[in-house]
């Protein structure tokens, strides 16, 4: 059966609605306080911690924090008040005045890029700050002042190497003695204004007689058994890149068998993407070793290229 309201009634049930979603989402500020004070964050870096970092090379610590968790601890509270979580920058309402006695803020990346998939990223050590002062109807900005790019900045770390593995690293340096992919990567050695850190990044060059190219890292993996396995890297590419997995999906001593990954878009810009590689090779059962390789499909036969830089595989 079709029912049909009266506008005068449709506005009476929406504001309806809206006055019972205020009600609720207000419970948890009960008290005298009625004008909010404000929480401000524009972006959250990575950097090295002082001790058992892992890894001493600058291109480790890029980062695409696109989120944050926010949790504070209100004095007098007897549990942690989760407000929720906000794309950065943010400024949140806060009902409360004095000094929060902490406010505990969990980095959130887009998983695999899609902006659906946000996840407070396993890898990334929650940042608490202690003893916030808010004031109603003021900004308490959190973090300090970057100047040169004119934002309220704080500065997060991943877990030291008693919490991480390392499996996989490149950074295209002219430290280095050698890179991890195959012959198909050109190592750029010299390039401080093209690379996405250092002065090295790899490219590949796809020549426009073919529908598409290959190429890979070709050490076969052999993690722990976790979903906990992710690719971290920066890129750019002229043409789209599909990543693949090689493994075995029943034992060590079956038939090797190739499963995708993802696929990235083109983009013109450096872009740091945080890939889980869990979840394809559960389809393996987890089986070892892995190999990871890479894609380039070249449909209109025009060749292009792709840039890698700050290339690591992690898990715990």
Same mark, same amino acid.
């Given at each position: #059966?079709? #029912?049909?309201?009266?506008?005068?009634?449709?506005?009476?049930?929406?504001?309806?609605?809206?006055?019972?979603?205020?009600?609720?989402?207000?419970?948890?500020?009960?008290?005298?306080?009625?004008?909010?004070? &404000?929480?401000?964050?524009?972006?959250?870096?990575? *950097?090295?911690?002082?001790?058992? *970092?892992?890894?001493?090379?600058?291109?480790?610590?890029?980062?695409?924090?696109? *989120?944050?968790?926010?949790?504070?601890?209100? +004095?007098?509270?007897?549990?942690?008040?989760?407000?929720?979580?906000?794309?950065?920058?943010?400024?949140?309402?806060?009902?409360?005045?004095?000094?929060?006695?902490?406010?505990?803020?969990?980095?959130?990346?887009?998983?695999?890029?899609?902006?659906? @998939?946000?996840?407070?990223?396993?890898? &990334?050590?929650?940042? +608490?700050?202690?003893?916030?002062?808010?004031?109603?109807?003021?900004?308490?900005?959190?973090?300090? !002042?970057?100047?040169?790019?004119?934002?309220?900045?704080?500065?997060?770390? &991943? !877990?030291?190497?008693?919490? #991480?593995?390392?499996?996989?690293? =490149?950074?295209?340096?002219?430290? *280095?003695?050698?890179? /991890? !992919? =195959?012959?198909? #990567? @050109?190592?750029?050695?010299?390039?401080?204004?093209?690379?996405?850190?250092?002065?090295?990044y790899g490219c590949v060059t796809v020549p426009d007689s073919v529908l598409s190219y290959t190429f890979s890292i070709p050490a076969n993996l052999s993690p722990a058994v976790t979903d906990m396995l992710y690719l971290e890297m920066d890129y750019h590419t002229d043409l789209e890149l599909y990543l693949n997995m090689l493994g075995f999906p029943g034992s060590s001593t079956g038939s090797l068998m190739s499963k995708a990954i993802m696929g990235l878009y083109p983009n013109t810009q450096w872009q740091k993407i945080y /890939?889980?590689?869990?979840?394809?090779?559960?389809?393996?059962?987890?089986?070892?070793?892995?190999?990871? !390789?890479?894609?380039?499909?070249?449909?209109?036969?025009?060749?292009?290229?792709? &840039?890698?830089?700050?290339?690591? /595989?992690? @898990?715990?």
């Open positions: #059966m079709r #029912m049909i309201f009266s506008k005068k009634t449709t506005l009476l049930m929406l504001s309806c609605v809206l006055t019972a979603l205020c009600v609720n989402s207000c419970k948890r500020f009960q008290g005298e306080v009625e004008v909010p004070a &404000y929480l401000h964050l524009d972006r959250i870096d990575i *950097a090295p911690q002082s001790q058992n *970092a892992p890894s001493s090379e600058a291109g480790f610590y890029t980062s695409l924090i696109d *989120a944050a968790q926010v949790i504070c601890h209100f +004095k007098g509270d007897p549990a942690e008040t989760t407000l929720g979580v906000f794309q950065l920058p943010f400024t949140i309402p806060v009902l409360y005045q004095g000094a929060i006695e902490y406010v505990i803020i969990v980095p959130v990346v887009k998983q695999n890029g899609i902006a659906g @998939t946000r996840i407070a990223y396993p890898y &990334y050590q929650t940042i +608490k700050l202690e003893n916030v002062v808010v004031a109603a109807d003021s900004i308490t900005n959190l973090g300090s !002042f970057d100047k040169d790019n004119n934002q309220w900045t704080l500065k997060g770390h &991943y !877990f030291p190497l008693s919490r #991480m593995k390392v499996l996989v690293e =490149d950074y295209f340096e002219p430290t *280095a003695f050698s890179s /991890i !992919f =195959d012959s198909n #990567m @050109t190592w750029v050695h010299d390039d401080p204004q093209g690379a996405r850190t250092g002065q090295g /890939i889980n590689l869990g979840r394809t090779w559960s389809q393996f059962s987890y089986n070892t070793p892995i190999t990871i !390789f890479f894609q380039v499909a070249n449909p209109d036969k025009k060749g292009g290229k792709v &840039y890698l830089d700050n290339v690591k /595989i992690i @898990t715990i």
